[in-house]
């Protein structure tokens, strides 16, 4: 089983600050995914990494894969309450060729006005 | 709208019964995932599904089966109802490529086991 390890576990933070959430694994991934999912409601995919120490920038999220494709961060530059989510990774393991992702435990974070 | 449909919203039964969640994937996937989540446990994997056919299991009970039709809808069946089944029920869908494997979710069901 390749876990993956996320954190902070909880994050709370005021509108116009930063802040980064970790994704750690011992095992190397053949790519690694981040949701973002609101109470209730199903994870929405944010973004894909594929390549060891690629760099993606969404608005005012950059995302990075570790360049041995075993971690990744996630960086909210200038948070607004709109961010608030809980957010996962998820990784795809080398060997599984049929899609199956590992999920973290994820991070809650909280934006406050 | 990830384009995934599962029905229904919410579902309130007792201990005991059995229920059926269904759920209709992006059009063009041929895979099918179902996940419990749970406050105390995350995002939990139980079963895949590929062009009707099982393809790998997680953490899935006995008491749950799965199975995909021709028109690649996925029902997920849980009997023997016990509280502690109490959860969010997502199902997600993908196109199974590596090395994307980018899976897209639908709304959940809601189930409370009274």
């Known amino acids: 089983t390749q876990l993956l390890e996320q954190s902070p576990q909880f994050l709370s933070i005021q509108e116009g600050e930063n802040l980064t959430v970790y994704c750690n694994s011992s095992s190397v991934f053949s790519s690694l995914q981040w949701y973002r999912q609101e109470p209730g409601e199903g994870p929405v995919l944010l973004v894909t990494v594929v390549t060891g120490g690629e760099v993606k920038k969404l608005k005012r999220l950059t995302f990075q894969f570790g360049d041995a494709r075993k971690d990744s961060s996630l960086h909210i530059t200038a948070a607004q309450p709109g961010d608030t989510g809980l957010y996962l990774c998820?990784?795809?393991?080398?060997?599984?060729?049929?899609?199956?992702?590992?999920f973290g435990a994820g991070t809650q974070v909280v934006v406050t006005p | 709208d990830s384009g995934v449909t599962q029905t229904p919203k919410h579902l309130i039964t007792a201990t005991g019964q059995r229920v059926t969640l269904r759920c209709s994937p992006r059009?063009?996937?041929?895979?099918v995932y179902w996940y419990q989540q749970s406050l105390d446990q995350g995002l939990q994997f139980l079963i895949q599904?590929?062009?009707?056919?099982?393809?790998a299991k997680g953490n899935i009970l006995e008491r749950f089966s799965a199975q995909q039709f021709p028109d690649l809808h996925s029902e997920l069946n849980l009997s023997s109802l016990e509280l502690g089944d109490s959860a969010l029920y997502f199902c997600a869908s993908s196109v199974a490529t590596v090395p994307r494997n980018e899976q897209f979710f639908g709304p959940g069901t809601r189930l409370t086991v009274l």
């Open positions: 059009s063009g996937d041929l895979s």
């Open positions: 998820a990784g795809a393991g080398r060997t599984d060729s049929w899609g199956k992702l590992q």
């Open positions: 599904y590929y062009n009707g056919e099982e393809r």
